[in-house]
């Protein structure tokens, strides 16, 4: 598996791209109007306990209030029977310390933490926890010890004096003393300054910002795997090797400067490829196609052949498609960045075999996913359910705004419709005042209606109401938009 980054920089947005084997796996766009939040530390104030739910909403400087339930207050060791209530921990008018672990979301706002961690390239440091810890991801039980072993020895090194833990991220497999060591001096350096700011920060006020998104990138996406990181900002390709040689030596030879005319974006279609990702219908190459629906609540995805008719029987047809899906599903999470509930429709297979074939495709692709996914298996209508850590908005939240016109329904009432709206509103007008006559202000669409195909109607109802109703076409009105003028 070859990858590359490829980073896009403008003064108005950063744009990153992920690929593995020429084809686009994650994309990642922050604007500088909007930029993530998510890992940066506050000082903020209380300003409403909610007893009902125990949680509070804090004031951290941003559009909405910020939400942080009960268990994020208290210490994370805290034994259930000890916990304490959300209003025994807070009180409005409060001044707090915390951390950001989810991005304001829709009409959501920022979900937050008093459980500060400051992230580097091998470790994050929590100045709060009582012990260290290894990520999952590194399976080896020899090189969990040897790090833990390495993470003592370092702490014992350290000229700062060092409280809390280290989780040791998956990028630390296979790293060095000399390396961990430099690591955690610089990760202890930082919540010194940290510290500093918690004591002189005003309310609400930013104390620690992370790092802006194309150094994050190279700092979390960057494994063996990752043959070049291309940027085409020759100003900020000079900052991201300098973070490289201070930080992460092995990465500087594969730093490159990209020139070119041509768009960087445009290699390995890019562009398309998000435009794609903004869509509902994901084509499959065997002729079957994905449909996804992402909602408030969950995602779901239905799987369906198209025009795969296969070459053997039915049930081929449908394993081939479901195994092809499973690996496109997979893809298109990290792509459209979809968290929360996920539900699959796979196409009904009879086989056990099969669907346990496709489950472990599934889970196996599943795996290249920074995301935390967890897969609950196939439901009893033969639905597969699986979670996804959200963290930041999807893709489509990032670039997209729900239509004004159907207000995110997806369909408009029909001219027919609209048509017997206005009717009825017309006998109600009738009733309340009595006007000498009725302009009716609609779009093209509706007033075509209402003059061709409801023209008998319009005459009954001028019959029935004994006025006269005129109709005038309004250009900038969509076809649900009326109004009714009394004369």
């Known amino acids: 598996m070859s990858g590359e980054v490829l980073i896009n920089l403008t003064p108005m947005e950063t744009r990153v791209a992920v690929v593995e084997n020429g084809v686009l796996q994650e994309a990642f766009i922050e604007r500088s109007r909007r930029r993530g939040i998510v890992g940066n530390i506050y000082k903020g104030k209380v300003v409403r306990v909610l007893p009902g739910m125990q949680a509070a909403f804090v004031d951290i400087g941003l559009e909405r209030a910020a939400f942080i339930h009960a268990h994020e207050v208290m210490a994370a060791h805290t034994p259930a029977e000890e916990q304490a209530t959300i209003s025994q921990l807070l009180h409005e008018g409060q001044s707090l310390v915390v951390q950001v672990t989810k991005d304001p979301i829709g009409t959501k706002g920022a979900r937050l933490t008093t459980h500060l961690s400051v992230p580097s390239r091998y470790l994050v440091y929590m100045p709060d926890a009582p012990h260290n810890g290894v990520s999952q991801r590194i399976e080896d039980e020899g090189e ?42 610089f990760l202890l350096r930082l919540w010194r300054k940290v510290s500093e700011r918690k004591v002189t920060a005003g309310v609400p006020s930013v104390i620690y910002d992370d790092l802006p998104l194309f150094i994050r990138t190279l700092r979390d996406q960057m494994h063996d795997e990752i043959e070049k990181v291309r940027i085409d900002s020759r100003e900020n390709y000079v900052k991201l090797k300098e973070f490289a040689e201070e930080f992460m030596p092995d990465a500087v030879e594969r730093i490159e400067y990209y020139p070119g005319e041509r768009p960087i974006f445009d290699l390995y279609s ?36 198209g025009g795969y008719v296969g070459h053997r029987n039915l049930e081929e047809t449908i394993f081939k498609t479901n195994l092809e899906a499973a690996t496109a599903i997979a893809r298109q999470l990290r792509l459209r960045n979809l968290g929360g509930i996920i539900i699959i429709d796979f196409i009904d297979m009879e086989d056990a075999e099969h669907q346990r074939q496709v489950l472990r495709v599934l889970e196996k692709a599943l795996e290249r996913d920074h995301a935390k996914t967890k897969c609950t298996g196939v439901t009893e209508l033969g639905l597969v359910q699986l979670t996804r850590k959200r963290t930041r908005e999807s893709l489509e939240q990032t670039l997209c705004e729900a239509c004004p016109t159907c207000e995110g329904r997806g369909t408009l009432r029909t001219p027919e419709t609209v048509c017997y709206e206005i009717f009825r509103e017309i006998l109600r007008e009738e009733r309340a005042y009595g006007p000498e006559t009725y302009t009716v202000l609609a779009s093209q669409a509706v007033v075509d209606r209402l003059l061709d195909e409801e023209s008998a109607a319009v005459a009954d109802l001028e019959a029935f109401i004994g006025k006269t109703i005129r109709f005038q076409v309004e250009g900038h009105y969509s076809q649900e938009q009326y109004d009714i003028v009394l004369m």
Request: net charge negative.
């Open 270 to 305: 890019v562009e398309d490829e998000i435009h794609k990702a903004l869509g509902r219908k994901v084509q499959l190459k065997s002729g079957g196609y994905l449909v996804i629906d992402p909602t408030e609540a969950m995602t779901t995805i239905d799987v369906n052949t």
């Open 144 to 185: 969990r010890e040897r790090l833990r072993q390495l993470v003592e020895v370092c702490q014992a090194q350290q000229e700062l004096e060092v409280e809390g833990g280290f989780i040791i991220r998956t990028a630390a497999e296979g790293v060095s003393e000399e390396e961990l060591f430099s690591d955690m001096h």
